[in-house]
């Protein structure tokens, strides 16, 4: 991936158009990636919604991506979309993704109420460059000793295989789950640039041992730290650390003065705010059984 590649990047000082384009890279393409190889979803187009369904055993589960009428319209669709689902169904939707035409008063006008969560809708930001571009994020930390970065920009890689299976091992992923997540990846890397990250150190064997991985999304126009993990073992050493640096640097390289990411729990916000990320913003998602 080269910078030619780029969207047009959104400005640090439009923190509207930042939160929409990270929630709808963090969410809208990737339950679409992940509907590729599950033959129980599908992504629809319609003439006002974008939206996944998935049909499971024990309920039927639309995500709104985005509102694809005109604003004023907004309340209007959304009913006669409601009206055509099935009794039963799950509803959810991005507000951000559909930014600027879910507006709260419409939303719960029609009978969405915001979910409600400890950390999964505050957004991070972190500053890469100050006002005369100069660099303000660390964009060198070697790794621990031991450790070996390696870039990944294609699911040809051959370390592609690796990385994927350091996210399972590190977080725990269900078979239902996994059997989706090679597909999904080499969607996002393939068709929207994604860049990874993959931590290696030497095994008993001579051969190569995943111990962590981080990977930055641009596609929209905005840089996303999309995930990072690393494994027990190699935990409070600086990989992390070490990770972000260089990923710091190609978002840099790029052009981009800011990095965005979501904190999903506890450990996971005190590991961002000590490597510079500040709470930037709110990403909300509504429900509403039908």
């Not at 639309?62 to 959304?78: C, T």
């Not at 957004?123 to 970065?149: M, Y």
């Not at 190699?234 to 650390?241: A, C, D, E, Q, V």
């Amino acid at each position: 991936m080269t910078a030619t590649t780029l969207q047009p990047i959104i400005p640090r000082t439009d923190t509207p158009a930042l939160l929409a384009a990270l929630q709808k890279s963090g969410s809208w393409d990737e339950h679409i990636s992940m509907a590729i190889s599950n033959p129980n979803a599908s992504i629809v187009t319609t003439p006002t919604f974008k939206y996944d369904i998935t049909v499971g055993a024990k309920a039927t589960r639309v995500l709104i991506f985005d509102h694809l009428g005109a604003e004023e319209d907004m309340e209007r669709d959304l009913k006669a979309f409601l009206a055509g689902l099935e009794k039963g169904t799950k509803v959810a939707l991005d507000e951000s993704a559909a930014f600027p035409h879910a507006r709260a008063e419409i939303l719960e006008r029609v009978g969405f109420t915001n979910r409600v969560f400890a950390h999964p809708n505050v957004a991070r930001q972190l500053d890469l460059v100050d006002v005369d571009g100069t660099p303000v994020a660390p964009t060198s930390i070697p790794p621990p000793e031991g450790i070996t970065i390696h870039e990944i920009t294609s699911s040809t890689d051959p370390r592609f295989d690796a990385r994927v299976a350091v996210e399972r091992d590190i977080f725990g992923y269900g078979a239902g789950y996994f059997s989706h997540l090679p597909a999904a990846l080499a969607e996002m890397m393939d068709k929207y640039g994604d860049y990874h990250l993959l931590a290696t150190t030497a095994n008993q064997d001579g051969g190569e041992e995943a111990v962590g991985y981080m990977t930055l999304r641009v596609h929209r126009g905005v840089a996303y730290l999309q995930g990072a993990g690393t494994v027990e073992t190699w935990r409070k050493r600086g990989l992390t650390k070490a990770m972000l640096a260089r990923t710091v640097a190609k978002a840099v390289e790029w052009g981009f003065e800011v990095m965005l990411t979501v904190a999903w729990d506890e450990n996971a916000v005190r590991a961002w705010t000590a490597m510079g990320f500040r709470e930037v913003g709110i990403t909300r998602v509504w429900d509403l059984d039908v």
